[in-house]
């Protein structure tokens, strides 16, 4: 079993096939074997991004998604996309069994907008996620964009 799916088979409840939120869409382009979990059927009780990624490619990768097509508050945007890391890894330690040693892990937080102000840019770009110590950047692209085009631009981490 791959990690794939054993995130499928964990949470098959939040399992989505349609990525969008109000008239904003994420793009998965060219990923073959991956699963999409929609974050509020994770966690009810706290803010969470919109969606979390895992996918086996070369590497294992993860992706915390919020999509915006109303207004944006840096904020409440960093405390979704914080919560749907840390959430995802602790499905990443759920399934770690299948985890080959030393998987290169791709972290990739993203924002995915339609309409933002020059200042709210500018904010969000210089905001940082700190993960085991790290900071990782969060990318902002405007609604439509491929998740599999910034793949190559994401942290990677040795095993988290």
Do not use: W
Not at 105 to 115: S, W
Not at 129 to 139: S, T
């Amino acid at each position: 079993m791959s990690i794939v799916d054993c995130v499928k088979n964990n949470h098959i409840n939040a399992v989505v096939t349609r990525y969008s939120e109000g008239r904003c869409k994420l793009k998965l382009g060219n990923l073959t074997d991956y699963v999409v979990l929609k974050g509020e059927e994770l966690c009810i009780n706290i803010k969470i991004c919109d969606f979390i990624i895992f996918s086996e490619e070369k590497h294992v990768i993860v992706g915390v998604v919020e999509l915006k097509s109303k207004s944006v508050h840096v904020r409440e945007i960093m405390e979704k996309l914080n919560n749907g890391l840390n959430t995802a890894l602790q499905i990443l330690e759920e399934c770690a069994d299948y985890l080959p040693p030393n998987t290169k892990i791709k972290l990739c937080p993203l924002v995915l907008y339609r309409r933002i102000s020059t200042q709210e840019h500018r904010v969000l770009k210089s905001k940082k996620l700190i993960v085991r110590g790290r900071k990782i950047d969060v990318f902002l692209r405007k609604c439509g964009a491929s998740f599999s085009r910034i793949i190559s631009e994401c942290a990677s981490f040795k095993n988290i």
